[in-house]
């Protein structure tokens, strides 16, 4: 596996289920890959694994291959768009790398994720979240992957660079089931860089998108935030009463 996914970042290109090539855009790079196969890597308890936005794979070769050769190991996919937007590459990816210990769910998180609770409340060791990243999306993910967590379980969350991730995040994780289990931080990829940049310029008048060339610019985005990703553990049950509210939000 490990091959398929140093090919994918040598190559910066994926195959499709078309059989057409695509540049590789949106997926965690090799650091980000490294940090969530450890997580994965360093309990051997974790063999149920959940994971919100699929896209060209990358994320879910990582949980994977970490998984491997785990007995009982098991990793569900949540992305409806996987055929319509991504041209089924993640899912070739990982019928190529050879996993047949995943299942993939083509519906949208917030419509699969009660219905998943349904049966399998406290039942995952893992859930990864890297799909809509809205602020509302992002709640409601977290919110069901911690009810699908058992204790000892982990939620690990890409794109806490965004600000509408990020501010989810800073609710989420003062849950008091919740302890912080690891950060990666440092330098966004520049792809990251660019898409916020470009959002950025789309929201701007034309007249102001000069400002965008401020050299202060890069500090005052990215300078203060350098968490990338965020794993959270569940530690106990979540007990929150109807009037919990976070100290600091
Ligand atoms: C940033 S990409 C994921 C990148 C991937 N985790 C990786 O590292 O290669 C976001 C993914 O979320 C999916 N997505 C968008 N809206 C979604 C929703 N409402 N529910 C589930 N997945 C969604 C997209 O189809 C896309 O695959």
């Not at 949980?63 to 785990?70: G, S, V, W």
């Not at 600000?163 to 919740?178: D, H, N």
């Amino acid at each position: 596996m490990q091959a398929i996914i140093e090919g994918i970042q040598a190559s910066q290109q994926v195959t499709g289920r078309s059989g057409a090539a695509h540049r590789l855009h949106s997926a965690i790079d090799p650091e980000e890959g490294l940090f969530l196969e450890r997580i994965v890597s360093s309990d051997p308890s974790v063999k149920r694994t959940l994971e919100v936005g699929c896209a060209y794979g990358l994320s879910s070769l990582h949980i994977c291959k970490a998984l491997q050769r785990r007995p009982g190991a098991k990793h569900t996919i949540l992305d409806p768009f996987q055929n319509s937007q991504w041209d089924g590459a993640g899912i070739r990816n990982l019928e190529e790398a050879g996993v047949d210990y995943f299942e993939w769910i083509e519906e949208l998180s917030e419509i699969a994720l009660p219905r998943l609770m349904e049966e399998q409340e406290g039942r995952y060791d893992l859930v990864f979240v890297d799909g809509w990243h809205t602020l509302d999306h992002t709640l409601l993910d977290c919110f069901y992957a911690t009810r699908l967590l058992r204790p000892g379980g982990y939620l690990v969350v890409d794109d806490i660079v965004l600000p509408p991730v990020r501010k989810a995040l800073q609710y989420i994780a003062q849950y008091p089931c919740y302890r912080t289990f690891s950060t990666l931080s440092g330098k966004q990829s520049p792809t990251l860089r660019l898409r916020l940049l470009r959002a950025l310029a789309g929201a701007l008048p034309a007249q102001s998108r000069g400002s965008l060339l401020h050299p202060d610019l890069e500090h005052r985005l990215f300078g203060d935030r350098t968490v990338r990703m965020l794993a959270l553990q569940k530690v106990s049950a979540d007990t929150r009463n109807w009037d919990w509210y976070p100290s600091r939000f």
